[in-house]
């Protein structure tokens, strides 16, 4: 199966212990500092970023993150020393490391075969071999600002965001100065009212907790349930302009359950699921009683760059497509006090 890969924008926090204005360039100064007593007095931003870049790697430790409760690791595509490392690069005046990790799971029991020879005996993949792809981030750490923004492509089937994105986190942890930073899915206003202005409703979802009392032969049983009711669409007719509508008269229908009678409009839980008609796109959730919902739809890479014939990105097209989304659409969001681009 080809691979499909996607990205994700993360807004990555400071979270400072006692200076709630805390930015990058406070942390990074401290960082600074700290590594081998280090005199700040005629630092300059470009120190600062040259340091954060060491920071990175030093993380790295050994050249390998391993995460033993998910079975993950990732690392330096071509690790080698701090600042000659050719797969993770740094754009000092842009306040941006980016670069390709490789990562994937490992322990997993698989085996390795051969298509040419289906008769060769498979050998088993032993505790410790990782099985890899390569990822492509990108790091953006503005030295005035508290946010930064973590950029990280995955593939629907494989992904190391449950391990790369903490190990970001962690970057921004300092003694005394701050805890992990949080990072939090960000999509875009622009990308999601392209979104919306191209999508159906797919289906609506209603889920309620009952307590069903019921007598069986002179005694009454008693039963715990969660009902789900799925109304599927099966044509284009609904979209978000005529969306107010269709909630309505669906949300009219009764479901009867031992006498009790519900409106699905009284259930608990209200959802509806989201589908471009334009560009190839997952189910994106929704919450039927939310008026001003925000979409954070998945950013499939094949509507946008060239990939190889397996589905891996042209990884040259995608840092340029990263860059140009971050300026054009994320930064002005996140920033709107500046004029970054």
Same mark, same amino acid.
């Given at each position: ?13 400071? &979270? ?20 081998? %007593?280090?005199?700040? /007095? ?20 050994? +050249? ?12 330096? #595509? ?7 490392? !050719? ?7 842009? !306040? ?12 997993? +029991? ?18 410790? #071999? ?39 986190? #962690? ?7 701050? !805890? ?16 919306? %202005? ?22 009454? &049983? ?13 044509? +284009? &007719? ?15 229908? %009764? ?14 839980? &209200? /959802? +509806? ?11 994106? #959730?929704?919450?039927?009683?939310? !008026? ?11 509507? %946008? ?37």
């Amino acid at each position: 199966m080809a691979k499909n890969p996607k990205i994700e924008f993360f807004k990555i926090e400071l &979270q400072p212990i006692n200076n709630p204005n805390l930015t990058f360039k406070d942390l990074f100064k401290r960082n600074y500092q700290s590594f081998e %007593n280090r005199d700040i /007095a005629n630092i300059t931003r470009n120190d600062l970023m040259v340091d954060f870049f060491r920071h990175f790697f030093h993380r790295i430790d050994t +050249g390998i993150v391993v995460n033993e409760s998910k079975r993950k690791a990732f690392k330096a #595509k071509n690790f080698g020393d701090d600042l000659e490392n !050719n797969s993770i690069h740094l754009m000092s005046r842009r !306040n941006i490391i980016h670069g390709i990790v490789k990562g994937g799971e490992y322990d997993t +029991g698989k085996y390795l075969g051969e298509i040419d020879d289906p008769n060769l005996n498979e050998q088993r993949l032993g505790a410790n #071999k990782l099985i890899t792809d390569d990822f492509y981030f990108l790091l953006y750490t503005p030295l005035d600002k508290n946010v930064g923004i973590l950029v990280l492509q995955t593939y629907t089937r494989d992904n190391i965001t449950d391990i790369f994105k903490p190990f970001i986190e #962690k970057l921004f942890k300092t003694r005394s100065i701050s !805890n992990k930073a949080t990072a939090s899915l960000f999509m875009p206003k622009a990308l999601q009212e392209r979104f919306r %202005n191209n999508s159906v409703v797919k289906s609506f979802v209603y889920s309620n907790r009952f307590i069903v009392n019921a007598m069986d032969q002179q005694t009454i &049983q008693t039963g715990d349930f969660t009902v789900k009711v799925e109304i599927t669409s099966h044509g +284009g &007719q609904v979209t978000l302009n005529n969306l107010p509508w269709w909630k309505r008269i669906l949300g009219q229908a %009764n479901v009867n359950i031992s006498d009790n009678d519900r409106q699905l409009n009284t259930f608990d839980n &209200q /959802a +509806g699921y989201l589908q471009s008609q334009v560009v190839e796109s997952t189910l994106t #959730k929704f919450e039927l009683d939310d !008026n001003d919902f925000e979409i954070k739809p998945t950013i499939f890479l094949r509507n %946008n760059i060239n990939l190889e014939e397996n589905g891996i990105p042209l990884f040259s097209e995608l840092h340029d497509f990263v860059l140009d989304t971050l300026f054009s659409s994320v930064i002005p969001e996140i920033y709107p006090e500046d004029d970054l681009i």
